[in-house]
């Protein structure tokens, strides 16, 4: 059996790793699943997962059949700048093409706001002479000389990985595969990646600076991958790993480690996923996806049980999503994601007074280690879990069912001195405000895939989970307006269980520039598809995967003529006719309309880009578990609105369908607590959930 292949196993597992907590849900042959939440053990990652699989009854290990992985490592590597010495050869001309970028600013009138450092350094992006026309014809061809030139420098400057990404050849890639192949001569240790095979689409910056971040992230995934198959195999297992990637499906550790841009926001899209899955379930047609872990929080917009692809994300410039009008922040990333908003205000995220004497959240963590002051393992500086246990939302004997023990005395110590000493108040009062100031931040994720887009989240019902997802969700709703929120069983481990339902997904990409108004459009466009499933199906197979398991799914990248950037439009299956065509322009002409106000009936549309996604299922993952009851619910003082109160403290299986706990109340679970604060009211909703309502 190939790499990335299934092999025999009674189990199959998904470990979802974020900044502080790895988390677990392993499945039987039967679908009966176990479910574990671990501190993360940075820097190596690995050993929590292996510690993880044995923890949730993998026994022995070689037992386990596949294992569905996402990880955070690609995404922190870019935001903390932790990659390789990286170089970049191009088309004598080009090489400031990353500087250039769009030409587009998020901050036009702030003089002291500068655009991240680009990931490869101007001395180290080189030109060489060569160039192919936008019909793929050569107008000059390839100097041999030229290319030595710049390679040698880059070996000389000890680079670690090499991006390549010459003009145009996404319609014609031989001077760029002659170039990677003097690289891999001359440099036989560095990671390579070329554009025409990471993403051989129209446009200069888009595809360099994705064909960076791939070259850049290569050796730190492929690293870590590697160290994560070690460990396992010193445990007992011989299991492959499948990675999620941005845009939902997963695909096997080799070829992640060989295309990491696709896999930037893995852990993020797990959580959506479940989500997802979940509204289909109970068929809840406009959910908000909101998931705050230990380091970030996420929020994404989930539609008839589908969540929305953005063809592009850009990272690294404070809040960073899939689709926004305002650019020019970050890294541009120009591969399918699901799209999403993220920001750095997590359980772990550090509170503190800034110059300015006000509140300030993130977007810096305690990560694991040492973790919040509360956790005692070190940490001095007040997190927002350490907020929460000063409140008396969040007691010790509940997380991961006392486990991990909580020290309300080092937490109200650290939420003292570092708010409210500088504040000049008394510590129930700083922890309130730096949570009103905590669930704004947290607000701004939501409203930017709402609000920002048109849409009104009012009408949404948030569903809300990760470790601190259900303690802040109803404080996120209320500046909404969203009068509903929903916390699912499991909320802390919620996103693994979304991943061990994540298909294998391949996808194959080209740029055929079709006029759909032409006379052979749908012969060129016909033709462009059958060559793109056949990549994908090329792709399967060599995965040990039968091409006749796969399903297929075709997307068009429309703009009418003269305009600089596409809107995408699904291919209906089938052969491809003028019907076919017609279809395709509707579907854009509705999206033109619903993002700029308006459609041209008089002008040709263009596909500029084709994307085919071949898609496998993995099989389903188990949806609900069993309710756990409090021995005897007890009362313990928390604070809220500005007072303490005495403040009912249960778990989800004491709550009944039928009669409303009025908050405030404290719902305690294995891997997250549920608060209820006053003016609300919570209910056991199907499937186990637990539905928070508010007349407010």
Request: net charge positive; with cysteine.
């Amino acid at each position: 059996m190939t790499a990335g292949g299934p092999v025999p196993g009674a189990f199959r597992a998904a470990a979802d790793v974020g900044g502080t907590f790895t988390d677990i849900v392993a499945a039987d042959a039967e679908g009966a699943a176990v479910r574990h939440k671990t501190l993360s053990t940075p820097p190596d990652f690995d050993a929590g997962v292996v510690a993880g699989l044995a923890a949730s009854g993998i026994e022995p290990l070689s037992a386990l059949g596949r294992l569905m992985h996402a990880s955070t490592a690609a995404t922190n590597a870019i935001l903390e700048r932790r990659g390789p010495r990286i170089g970049l050869v191009t088309t004598e001309g080009f090489r400031d093409v990353l500087e250039i970028g769009r030409l587009r600013y998020p901050r036009l009138y702030d003089l002291s706001w500068s655009r991240p450092e680009p990931l490869v350094e101007r001395r180290l992006r080189l030109g060489v002479t060569e160039r192919i026309a936008a019909d793929g014809s050569v107008v000059t061809t390839l100097d041999p000389a030229s290319a030595a030139r710049a390679i040698e420098q880059l070996r000389c400057a000890d680079v670690e990985a090499v991006a390549i990404c010459l003009l145009n050849s996404y319609v014609n890639d031989q001077h760029e595969r002659e170039v990677e192949r003097q690289v891999r001569a001359a440099l036989p240790h560095a990671a390579v990646s070329r554009s025409s095979a990471v993403l051989p689409l129209i446009r200069e910056y888009d595809r360099t600076s994705t064909t960076v971040i791939n070259a850049y992230l290569q050796p730190v995934v492929g690293a870590y991958l590697r160290r994560l198959r070690a460990a396992l195999r010193r445990a007992g297992s011989r299991a492959p790993i499948l990675m999620l990637q941005s845009s939902g499906g997963v695909m096997p550790a080799a070829e992640a480690a060989e295309l990491p841009a696709f896999c930037l926001e893995s852990g993020p899209t797990a959580g959506v996923l479940g989500a997802a899955r979940l509204a289909r379930g109970l068929r809840l047609p406009r959910v908000l996806a909101f998931d705050m872990g230990g380091t970030t929080a996420k929020a994404a917009v989930v539609l008839d049980g589908a969540p929305a692809i953005a063809p592009e994300l850009e990272i690294g410039g404070g809040l960073h999503v899939g689709a926004r009008l305002t650019r020019g922040a970050g890294y541009l990333l120009r591969t399918p994601t699901i799209d999403l908003a993220e920001i750095g205000a997590g359980g772990g995220s550090l509170v503190r007074v800034d110059r300015a004497g006000g509140i300030a959240v993130g977007p810096d963590s305690a990560g694991a280690d040492p973790g919040p002051a509360c956790y005692g393992r070190g940490g001095r500086e007040a997190t927002l879990t350490d907020v929460s246990v000063a409140l008396g939302h969040v007691s010790g004997a509940a997380l991961l069912g006392g486990a991990l023990a909580i020290d309300a005395a080092k937490a109200e110590d650290a939420v003292g001195r570092c708010i409210a000493r500088p504040l000049g108040t008394a510590v129930p009062q700083a922890a309130e405000a730096a949570r009103q100031i905590a669930a704004a931040q947290l607000a701004r994720a939501v409203r930017a895939v709402t609000s920002e887009r048109g849409v009104d989240p009012a009408g949404f019902t948030l569903l809300a989970f990760g470790g601190g997802g259900p303690g802040m969700a109803a404080a996120v709703a209320e500046p909404l307006g969203v009068r509903r929120v929903l916390v699912p069983p499991g909320p802390g481990v919620f996103s693994a269980d979304g991943l061990l339902g994540a298909d294998l997904r391949w996808m194959a990409a080209h740029s055929p520039l079709i006029d759909l108004d032409a006379p052979d459009a749908a012969d060129r466009l016909g033709a462009a598809l059958r060559q793109l499933r056949g990549r994908c199906a090329a792709l399967a197979s060599a995965g040990g995967y039968r091409p006749r398991e796969l399903t297929f799914e075709a997307v068009a990248e429309c703009r009418y003529r003269g305009q600089s950037f596409e809107l995408p439009a699904p291919v209906p299956p089938g052969r491809v006719t003028r019907r076919t065509l017609a279809e395709v322009r509707g579907v854009f002409e509705a999206a033109h309309e619903a993002a700029y106000g308006h459609r041209d009936p008089d002008s040709p549309v263009i596909a500029a880009a084709l994307r085919v996604t071949a898609a496998r299922p993995s099989g389903a993952a188990p949806l609900g578990r069993q309710l756990e009851r409090s021995p005897r619910p007890t009362t313990r003082p928390a604070w809220f609105g500005g007072r303490w109160r005495p403040t009912p403290v249960l778990m989800r299986g004491d709550l009944s369908a039928n009669r409303p706990l009025p908050g405030p109340a404290v719902i305690e679970d294995y891997d997250a607590t549920t608060v209820v604060p006053p003016a609300w009211r919570c209910t056991r909703g199907p499937a186990g959930t637990l539905l928070l309502e508010t007349g407010a």
